[in-house]
DNA sequence: GATAGTTTCATACAAGTGTTTGAAATGCAA
DNA sequence: TTGCATTTCAAACACTTGTATGAAACTATC
C-alpha cells in the first residue's frame, strides 16, 4: 500500500467534518471535497461509508481502552492484585473524559468527534459500543476484587452509574454550563473526573465502608 | 376539525414505528402505509415530517415534566416550601423513570418511543430538549433550598449526576441487562429510582449530611 | 341542492444519497 | 521499456427521500 496518502487524508477529513457539523449533515461528497481526492476513493479504500465511520471510532475507541486498562493494571499491580475501587473507577472514566473534556479551543478533532460520536448514536458505532461488553467486564471483574463484600448486582449499578455520569457529563457538557450560567467548569477535567469517582465511590461504599453511615440514610439495598 | 381520525392515525402509527425501528429507518411512506392514509396527509396535517416527530415528542415531554412538578410542589408543600432534597430528586427522575422503564411486554408504545428519542439524538428532538433548561432551574431551585449550605456549583454537579443515571440507565439499560446477566432488575423500576435518588442524595450531601441545621421540618422522610 | 371550506388522493417533483463502472493515470518490478 | 497491479477519476446509476400540486371527494351550512 503505497503511500496512504488519500485515505489518510480522507480519514482526517472525514473526522474533522464529523467533528464540526454532526453526521447527519455530512455526506460523502463533503468528506472528499475537504480532502481534495475523488468521490470513488472512499468506496476504494474503505468499501463504504459506514465502515469508513466505524473505522475512525474503533481507532479512538481502542487508544481510550488501551489506555483504560494500562491504568487499571498498574493500579492492580500497585496493590498487589486488588486496586482501590477509587482508582478503579478513575481508570474507568478517567480516559474518556480526559479524551473528551477540555478547554474547547484546545480541544482535538478526535476529541470533538468523540462527543460527537456519544451525541448522535449512528448504526456503526452502535454496533462498535455493543462489543464493548468485554471490556468492560474486566473492571466490573477489578471492582470484584476490590469490593468482596458487594454483591454482583451492586457492583454492576456502580459501573453503570461511573459510565452515566461520565458519558452523560460529555454530551450534555453545554447544557450544564448554560444552566450553571458557567458555574461548573467543564474545562478542568481533573475536577470533572474526581467528581465522578467520588459519586461513584460513594454509591459503591454507601453503608459498607464508609466511616459514618448516616443513620437515616436510604441503605435499601440487597445484602 | 370534524374527525381528526386521519391525524390521530398518523400519530399512532408514526409513534409505534418510531419506537419499533427508530428513526433512521422509518420513512413517511413506511407511516402512511401503517396508518392507511394517504402520503400527503403527513404535510397536509403537520407541515413537515419534522413538525411530526416533534409534536410526538413534546406531548410525551409535556407529561413527564407536568407529573415531575406535581411531586415537586406536593414535596414543598408538604415541607412547608422546603422539601427534603429525597424528595426533590425523586420528583426529577421518578417520572422518567417510570415513563421508560418497566416489563418489556407491558411497556406502552409511549415508553419504548421516548427510549428511542433518548438514544437517537434527531434534530427536532434536541432543539425541543434544548429549551428543557427553564424547567431545570425550577429543580435548581428546590434543591438550593433543601441544601443552603451547599454551593451552586455543587447543586448543578448533583443535578446534572442525576439526570445522568437516570438518562443513561434508559438509554443503556439493554446494555447492563447484558453485561449483569440479568442479575440488574430493570423491570423493578422504583428499585431503579431508590437507587438513582440515593446516589443523587449522596453525591449532593457527602461530607455535610450530619452538620444540617436542626429544627428542619422534615424529621419524617424516612422511606 | 348549491356553495364554500376541508380533507383526501394519485402523482409528480426536485434534490440528494451512497455506490458502481470502466477507462485513464500512476507506480513498480523485471 | 514492457507488463502488471494499484490507484485515481469523471460520470452515471439506481434509488430513496420529503415535499408540492391540483383535481377529486367529502362535509356542513344555507
Not at 40 to 62: C, M, P, Q, W
Not at 192 to 198: D, E, I, L, M, N
Not at 205 to 219: D, F, M, Q, S
Amino acid at each position: 500500500m503505497a503511500s496512504d496518502h488519500t485515505r489518510t487524508a480522507i480519514l482526517a477529513a472525514a473526522e474533522r467534518l464529523y467533528a464540526d457539523r454532526g453526521f447527519g449533515d455530512v455526506t460523502l461528497r463533503d468528506i472528499v471535497a475537504e480532502a481534495n481526492v475523488n468521490l470513488a476513493a472512499v468506496n476504494y479504500h474503505f468499501g463504504s461509508k459506514d465502515e469508513l465511520i466505524a473505522e475512525l471510532f474503533v481507532t479512538r475507541s481502542i487508544a481510550t481502552n488501551r489506555e483504560r486498562l494500562r491504568e487499571l493494571k498498574a493500579a492492580e499491580e500497585q496493590g498487589g492484585g486488588r486496586a482501590p475501587i477509587e482508582m478503579i473507577l478513575h481508570a474507568l472514566v478517567g480516559p474518556t473524559l480526559r479524551g473528551c473534556l477540555g478547554p474547547e479551543n484546545q480541544r482535538s478533532t478526535a476529541a470533538r468527534f468523540m462527543i460527537r460520536a456519544s451525541i448522535e448514536s449512528v448504526p456503526p458505532i452502535r454496533r462498535i459500543k455493543n462489543r464493548e461488553i468485554d471490556h468492560l467486564r474486566k473492571f466490573a471483574g477489578a471492582m470484584r476484587r476490590a469490593l468482596p463484600d458487594r454483591s454482583d448486582v451492586d457492583i454492576y449499578w456502580g459501573l453503570n452509574f461511573a459510565l452515566a455520569m461520565a458519558h452523560h457529563t460529555i454530551r450534555e457538557s453545554e447544557r450544564l454550563t448554560k444552566l450553571s450560567e458557567g458555574k461548573c467548569d467543564l474545562d478542568d477535567v481533573e475536577d470533572v473526573v474526581a467528581r465522578v469517582v467520588s459519586v461513584a465511590t460513594m454509591a459503591l461504599t454507601a453503608g459498607k465502608v464508609e466511616v459514618r453511615p448516616p443513620a437515616r440514610a436510604l441503605a435499601r439495598d440487597a445484602r
